[in-house]
């Protein structure tokens, strides 16, 4: 039953109405993570008038959290973030039905938590998380909005196995555990997961509604610290695997470097504030070429997308998880660029270049790959 007080604004828009705000009230919608991104989120979602709303989280309210976990309040400190989540939802709205899942999502239960939901929504902070939410929609053919933050940038994109768009569409491997941050590593701009988790949310609305998602085939990326935002289109990937179980995921599961505190993987590879792994857009690259720069530039992407898509003139092609056994092709008078689909693959690439010897201050990864290319300089890009 819808709440006409409640909800009136939203009524008198003709893209939801009545007949939308009763789809809102039927809808069931997933939430994997009550933190940072969840926090927002969940906020909307309850304030929209979502009628169920699911919540997995194993976490435990910190004082840490607080500067950017919005959900929770400082008397919640100790307590389980799901415990939090739901007496905050039902207080903004008690005529909710709030489903809280106090375990940690993983290949064991994530069919069960995920069958005869709507739709699902990524609030997670870790790789293997996320391959697994985008490995078990596409079982179930349920889409998800996934959500990514870091330091002052933030990512956003919906995916859907009908509409023929999915995670590894973007990026088809992870990155070594190694080569990734948390936030207390890293740092997170305090309202930074509030934007990003109010366009997840928009975006959940949107499709419950019947309005037309915006980010189906597309990848959002919001700087906080410029105050810019651009959009990345991106097509199937013809190399993407075919998942028909949840083996493939299984094995970064089973990776214990991604369990593993990386301040107890300092040993396998030195990571320090000075030797930070450094990024560079397709407009600084080619604004800095015009000004004499002469980088070396290497594309770690597979031999099948090179042959669908490729840069008119490049340095180097070697894939990116045996970029290390290319390090004495690399000339050590110019700096590198390293470029892959979409940034993730090339930044193991600069990790094993890193660990061969090559100077990291000289490696630059390329910020959104050859898509980003392909988008702001098309004239440089040659097809098939």
Not at 9 to 22: A, F, I, N
Not at 75 to 85: P, Q
Not at 90 to 111: K, Q, S, Y
């Amino acid at each position: 039953m819808v709440d006409m007080q409640r909800h009136a604004r939203h009524l008198v828009l003709p893209q939801v109405g009545l007949e939308g705000q009763k789809k809102l009230a039927e809808a069931k919608v997933f939430v994997v993570g009550a933190g940072g991104l969840g926090s927002p989120v969940l906020l909307y979602l309850a304030a929209a008038g979502i009628g169920t709303i699911g919540i997995i989280d194993d976490d435990r309210v910190d004082i840490s959290n607080l500067q950017r976990q919005v959900l929770h309040r400082t008397e919640d400190v100790g307590r389980f973030k799901v415990e939090s989540a739901k007496e905050q939802l039902l207080a903004l709205d008690p005529n909710l039905t709030i489903v809280e899942h106090e375990e940690r999502l993983n290949p064991e239960n994530v069919i069960d938590l995920f069958t005869g939901w709507d739709i699902v929504v990524d609030g997670t902070d870790n790789i293997p998380t996320r391959y697994l939410i985008d490995d078990a929609c596409h079982l179930l053919s349920i889409p998800w909005v996934y959500g990514s933050i870091h330091r002052f940038e933030g990512q956003v994109s919906f995916f859907s196995t009908k509409e023929n768009r999915r995670y590894r569409d973007l990026f088809p491997e992870a990155p070594p555990a190694s080569a990734l941050q948390n936030c207390a590593e890293a740092g997170v701009f305090g309202v930074l997961p509030g934007v990003i988790g109010s366009i997840q949310a928009t975006e959940v609305i949107k499709y419950i509604v019947g309005m037309e998602s915006s980010l189906i085939g597309r990848l959002l990326l919001y700087d906080a610290e410029s105050m810019t935002m651009q959009s990345l289109r991106f097509d199937a990937l013809d190399t993407a695997p075919d998942i028909t179980d949840l083996s493939t995921v299984q094995r970064l599961f089973d990776d214990p470097t991604y369990c593993i505190p990386r301040l107890q993987q300092v040993e396998k590879h030195e990571v320090s504030a000075e030797t930070m792994m450094q990024s560079i857009t397709v407009p600084e690259l080619k604004s800095k070429q015009q000004g004499g720069w002469n980088p070396f530039i290497i594309d770690v992407r597979s031999d099948q997308e090179l042959e669908q898509v490729r840069l008119s003139i490049f340095d180097l092609h070697v894939i990116h998880d045996v970029a290390n056994t290319a390090s004495d092709d690399i000339p050590q008078d110019r700096d590198v660029v390293v470029m892959c689909r979409s940034g993730m693959r090339s930044q193991m690439a600069i990790m094993l270049l890193d660990q061969s010897g090559i100077d990291s201050t000289r490696l630059f990864n390329l910020t959104g790959g050859i898509m980003a290319w392909a988008q702001i300089a098309p004239e440089d890009i040659v097809h098939g």
